[in-house]
């Protein structure tokens, strides 16, 4: 791919707004579709705010009605806000594009930077984003056996309220899976939009008010908390530009392969 520029939006007391980030997103996927531009990642914090994808369900929406911005990506439900780092990588891609691939080259790029700390992530197969993994249900101390865990048992059961037992904050003192990161695309017009959202030391309470992408059975983690030291957005950025462009502009996108089911001949 070709060189990938970085434009860091605002942090601290410059945090960017969701919806003026979001057109900026449009804007600059406007002027990279049109060749205008390189291949760009916008790099950012934003205020606290729920934004829901495509596929969310009521149900995982906020109980007390707090606001929510609905947005043309894929994926449900999530949280942002401060000290979460946010990057939108717009990119153009060869059509038609492989969606999945681009997430995995996300991901890879995280799971690096997290290396780069000292902590170990990976991948879950069937949800994106990156994780710290937790431990073999028989290992957990104090956990919940999946064998009478209500949250995959009963289709009505609503963990946000059953206390903080089944919180999604919570889930690294139950020894659960809990993602790190979590990553929503769209694809317009062969260019990338949306992106990455890094938790680096942000107050992940706000994740207890909905069910996070739509996940019952795990939770959410911080470089903070697993690392056991504070750490800031300041700290990460670096680390996380830097593994970005070299998966990023090593990549050798290639289209989607697509397969076509052969037609039966014609009858004489």
Sequence with gaps: ?????????????????????WEE??????????DEIPDTCLLLEHPSVYTAGRRTADSERPLDGTPVVDV?????????????LVGYPILKLPRPVDVVAHVRRIEEALIRACAEFGLETSRVEGRSGVWVLGD???????????DFDPRLQDEEFDPR????????????????DRKL????????????????????????TEFDKIVPCGIRDAGVASLADELGRDITIEEVLPVVEKHLRDVLENAEPKAREIVREPQPEPAA
């Design 161 to 176: 309220l059953n206390g903080p037992e089944y919180a999604p904050s919570n889930a690294g003192q139950r020894r659960e």
């Design 25 to 34: 997103q449009r804007r600059v996927h406007a002027a990279r579709f049109a």
């Design 72 to 84: 043309d990506r894929g994926g449900k439900i999530t949280w942002h806000g401060p000290g979460q």
């Design 136 to 146: 073999p249900v028989e290992q957990r101390l104090g956990g919940l056996s999946l």
């Design 1 to 21: 791919m070709s060189e990938l520029r970085f434009v860091r939006l605002g942090f601290g007391r410059d945090k960017v707004e969701y919806v003026e980030a």
């Design 181 to 204: 990161a979590a990553i929503g695309i769209r694809v317009a017009k062969g260019v990338t939009m949306h992106g990455f959202a890094l938790n680096v030391n942000p107050d992940n």
